[in-house]
């Protein structure tokens, strides 16, 4: 494959939680697209969501991240020429976004309260249609809308999709997609309480970071059309997506409880050495033509989006053992001497980056 010029990828996860499995490995493939395209990877935080998100959380990302060897060359603690990368410092941004849309009535402000919208959505299920947003607030009059805010309501900014378009886009993992505007709700793009919500957020900061390449989770799949069409009602650029299987358990069920649940942390604590699980994940949903023990060069040269795998990727611990195995053989003995827990003689205790114990200068 050949370079693609400018390319850039990146990680934007929601400090919801210690960064697990499932995420740790979307953050690896966007790291190593990046790295085998010439590109560069970004990191982004969401934390958009202050009832969920915190910031203890953001801390733990950005040190798991480092212990893995996954460094971003634009985004927290480091700057760019995007910042600031957490998007709760964003909102003066968003507000000029919000304004293109408003200006193009591509948006209206809505006032129905979430006991209303889950009353229509029960109504709905109950009627055997999907439920979506039934459009009452689109219909208001503009006196109606004055009234309301007089009242000193406080609405939503809906986004108004368009009637009977056709969104296509190619997935760089499942190919050709095709989805009808007419099953898609208009959907809320700014809370009541002003902060953003994920469709418009994400999308806009991906235009305005100049993402080119996105690989997310395929829980995703269904957000893409909904951002494809605010990307074109802001006159932003698109990335190219791409999404990714789930991860499985061995035995092709859900992931176990006890599995799905494994952080970075606990793996680090658990004695695993970061080489290991980079080259457990690298290759859990994605084929090597290689199947020996790599480092990072060797994992992002050989890395492509050709190679992931439409169905889900099984979990096995046996095979993260075999290359927790193999990384122990291949670790250098300052590595191996912290490991055990011991002090890197002659280098400094901090582990530098993938791990290895760093010798300080003579
Ligand atoms: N913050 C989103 C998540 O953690 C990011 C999704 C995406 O990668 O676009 O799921």
């Not at 060897?69 to 600031?84: A, K, V």
């Not at 309301?148 to 499942?174: K, N, S």
């Not at 199947?291 to 990072?296: A, I, L, N, V, Y």
Request: net charge neutral.
């Amino acid at each position: 494959m050949t370079a693609i010029q400018n390319v850039k990828t990146r990680f934007a996860p929601s400090p919801t939680g210690l960064l697990h499995l499932g995420n740790v490995r979307t953050a690896l493939f966007n790291a190593l697209l990046a790295q085998r395209w010439g590109g560069r990877f970004l990191l982004r935080i969401e934390d958009t969501d202050q009832e969920r998100g915190r910031p203890e959380y953001v801390a733990a990302l950005l040190e798991d991240l480092r212990w893995l060897g996954l460094d971003w060359r634009e985004g927290p603690e480091i700057g760019g020429p995007h910042q600031p990368y957490l998007q709760s410092e964003r909102a003066t941004i968003y507000a000029r976004y919000y304004q293109r849309l408003e200006a193009g009535e591509r948006v209206y402000p809505c006032f129905c309260t979430p006991a209303e919208l889950a009353l229509s959505r029960k109504t709905q299920l109950a009627a055997g249609r999907p439920p979506r947003y039934t459009g009452t607030c689109a219909r208001l009059s503009e006196a109606d809308r004055q009234a309301r805010l007089d009242r000193g309501l406080q609405p939503t900014l809906r986004f108004r999709v368009p009637v009977g378009q056709m969104i296509e886009f190619e997935d760089m993992v499942r190919g050709p997609q095709r989805f009808a505007s007419d099953d898609i709700g208009d959907f809320v793009i700014r809370r009541a309480d002003g902060t953003p919500q994920f469709f418009f957020a994400n999308a806009a900061d991906d235009a305005l970071m100049e993402v080119t390449h996105v690989l997310r989770g395929e829980d995703h799949l269904t957000n893409t059309p909904r951002q494809l069409l605010l990307l074109e009602a802001l006159e932003l650029p698109a990335p190219r997506y791409g999404h990714l299987a789930l991860i499985v358990g061995a035995d092709g069920g859900p992931l176990s409880k006890r599995l799905g649940d494994l952080s970075v942390r606990e793996l680090r604590t658990g004695g695993y050495l970061p080489e290991a699980l980079l080259n457990y994940l690298a290759r859990l949903g994605h084929a090597y033509e290689r199947d020996k023990w790599m480092e990072w060069n060797g994992l992002a040269t050989g890395f492509t989006p050709d190679h992931l795998g439409r169905a889900p990727a099984r979990f096995d611990e046996a095979q993260l053992l075999h290359w927790q195995t193999e990384a122990i053989q291949h670790a250098p003995w300052e590595q191996l001497w912290a490991w055990m827990g011991g002090r890197c003689v002659g280098a400094s205790a901090r582990p530098a980056e993938g791990g290895f114990c760093r010798r300080d200068p003579a």
